[in-house]
């Protein structure tokens, strides 16, 4: 009966993301169906029951999503990150090298705090411009953002939805996710810098195109597409500026003070939905309603799969290869992460793996297992255009702007599709991979 339990929910857990990696069904219908359906089958078949499912839940997770997107909703709305890209692309005055590290930083540093999707549907259509103007191949520069902004998501807390499962599982800290995962990620992020900048190399064709450059970043921005031009919403930017440097102040006092970050997110983003001037068309979205139900459909099954023995064989596999020694056991688990989430996407994986390093945390003191899985995580994501949530998004969005261009101005670097990127995904993951190696070997001695 157990080997049919675990035959039967891994099998149902594999058709549920073939449905959502095809985009046959909506990612969090098709979640929530799966919840459903493995809460009957546990009920059928005894092995799930309701208080399991609520008890595997991340709610603290989920409040961290829910109050930093609303954030990133706000300050998006009023412009000023259309602001600020349109300045640095003016400072770069059409160097390409200058130009590729500060798209790559600015990916960076903005994924340090807001959600990776949300930071590449800035820098996407700014970043094909510009490589229209400089007659530059896009595809290389937007891989390399799409990169960066995995880095930038997996040094902070709240940057990416997989520290944020980890940091509510572990009770770990925004100072924590700081000292723990922002020095490799640094270091990677000068690792990614120097594979890229040959791409970046060869004389431009000319003057860059400000108006068309400022009336590109103008049409991202709803309440400015009409007229063309990028202005700062004053009020929609102290409301959220105010906001998230309040909330960045509790993430940083939230362990002195004994208090749970995903309150003080919960809090910020209430308080956006009360003064953020969120238009109710647009709620859902701002909130990352989707994602939200992704993950609890997720975090449902992850428990269903538990209860029926799927996750003890990850658990058997990890400590067999890892043996006797905490530093190859920590070596192994991120080798997984890797491995795997390329197939299921960095949310999915951590939700995943996480009841295994949970239960395995116990007997490896110290927070290097966590590490180990971000990193893991950081370097699968990194792999494939699929591992990152914003992949396949940005591969769409570059195949529709090509649509658009006339034919003789049509190159086929500005086209990013799955097996194109690998020829970037796959070096870098496996860079990462191993400098990491040498990260938890240090940290784990």
């Not at 440097?245 to 809090?267: C, D, E, N, R």
């Not at 299921?344 to 110290?366: E, S, W």
Request: hydrophobic share 55%.
């Amino acid at each position: 009966m157990e080997t049919f339990r675990v035959v039967m929910t891994l099998s149902l857990f594999v058709a549920i993301f073939i449905l959502v990696q095809t985009d046959r069904v909506e990612r969090g219908v098709a979640m929530l169906g799966g919840a459903v359906l493995f809460l009957t089958l546990g009920w059928i078949f005894d092995f799930y029951i309701f208080q399991e499912a609520f008890e595997a839940i991340y709610f603290d997770s989920l409040a961290l999503l829910f109050g930093m997107s609303l954030i990133s909703n706000v300050l998006y709305r009023s412009g000023i990150f259309h602001a600020l890209a349109f300045r640095a692309v003016g400072y770069s005055r059409g160097n390409r090298l200058l130009i590729l590290t500060l798209l790559i930083l600015a990916t960076y540093t903005a994924s340090l705090c807001f959600n990776n999707l949300s930071v590449m549907v800035i820098v996407l259509p700014l970043t094909l411009v510009l490589c229209q103007s400089l007659a530059m191949s896009a595809a290389p520069l937007v891989a390399a953002e799409l990169i960066a902004s995995n880095l930038g998501g997996a040094s902070t807390l709240i940057g990416d939805f997989p520290n944020m499962i980890i940091g509510s599982v572990a009770r770990l800290h925004f100072d924590d996710f700081i000292v723990g995962m922002m020095v490799p990620c640094l270091v990677l992020l000068a690792v990614l810098l120097l594979q890229f900048q040959k791409y970046a190399t060869g004389a431009s064709a000319g003057q860059l195109d400000m108006e068309a450059i400022h009336h590109s970043l103008a049409q991202l921005s709803p309440q400015h597409a009409s007229s063309g031009r990028i202005e700062v919403d004053p009020y929609l930017f102290r409301v959220g500026g105010w906001a998230f440097l309040l909330s960045l102040a509790g993430f940083f006092l939230a362990k002195p003070l004994g208090i749970l970050p995903a309150m003080i997110s919960l809090l910020a983003g209430a308080a956006m939905l009360v003064w953020g001037r969120i238009p109710r068309n647009d709620l859902f979205s701002a909130m990352s309603g989707g994602d939200l139900l992704f993950f609890l459909g997720l975090f449902v099954m992850v428990g269903g799969l538990q209860a029926a023995g799927v996750l003890d064989l990850f658990h058997s596999l990890i400590v067999t290869l890892g043996g006797t020694q905490s530093t190859t056991t920590l070596l192994v688990l991120m080798w997984l992460a890797g491995i795997v989430t390329p197939l299921f996407n960095a949310g999915p994986t951590t939700a995943l793996l996480i009841p295994v390093v949970k239960g395995m945390a116990h007997d490896l003191p110290g927070d290097a297992i966590w590490w180990a899985l971000s990193l893991g995580v950081l370097a699968g994501s990194s792999a494939t255009l699929s591992g990152a949530t914003a992949g396949p998004v940005v591969a769409s969005t570059m195949a529709r702007y090509a649509r658009e261009l006339p034919r003789d101005q049509r190159r086929i670097g500005d086209l990013l599709d799955f097996h194109g990127y690998l020829q970037w995904g796959i070096p870098i993951a496996l860079l990462f991979l191993m400098i990491s190696t040498v990260y938890i070997s240090i940290i784990a001695a």
